[in-house]
């Protein structure tokens, strides 16, 4: 939005911060922006990942499975204690190597333990080890 308003007032001088038309645009645009990439937070801890307000034990996983959703591939976590994410996008944890290494650390730990389910399309797209888990 700041990058609108300044462009505007290069152009236009500041005559134009008197008209509803071009705040109009800078407040939808604003929004728009929102409801695309604002509105998703995410984290994840030793033990643990966030999405959104939904979280998992990343080592206590029961379920992983792939899916896509819209343009985004997704994975749909579910832990021991019945917390899960529904979709988890991988783009976004993927972006921080850090972070994406404690989520796909626990995911490993949880295959290797014998008690969580993995979908084929989800090893596949976490390009999982051979045999693990199974």
């Known amino acids: 939005m700041a990058i609108e308003i300044v462009f505007a007032t290069v152009v236009n001088g500041f005559q134009w911060m008197g008209l509803w038309l071009p705040w109009a645009f800078v407040v939808a645009s604003g929004l728009f922006m929102y ?6 937070w995410f984290a994840a801890g030793a ?26 591939r997704v994975l749909r976590l579910k832990d021991s204690s019945g917390q899960q994410i529904y979709s988890f996008r991988l783009r976004d944890f993927q972006a921080n190597s850090r972070m994406w290494d404690l989520v796909y650390n626990g995911i490993l730990h949880s295959l290797a333990s014998g008690n969580c389910e ?3 399309k989800a090893r596949k797209a976490l390009m999982l080890p051979a045999g693990l888990g199974q």
């Open 47 to 72: 033990v643990w990942a966030q999405a959104g307000k939904s979280w998992v034990n990343t080592y206590e996983l029961v379920e992983v499975k792939f899916s896509v959703d819209g343009l985004n």
């Open 118 to 120: 993995i979908t084929p």
């Open 35 to 40: 409801w695309r990439i604002g509105g998703e």
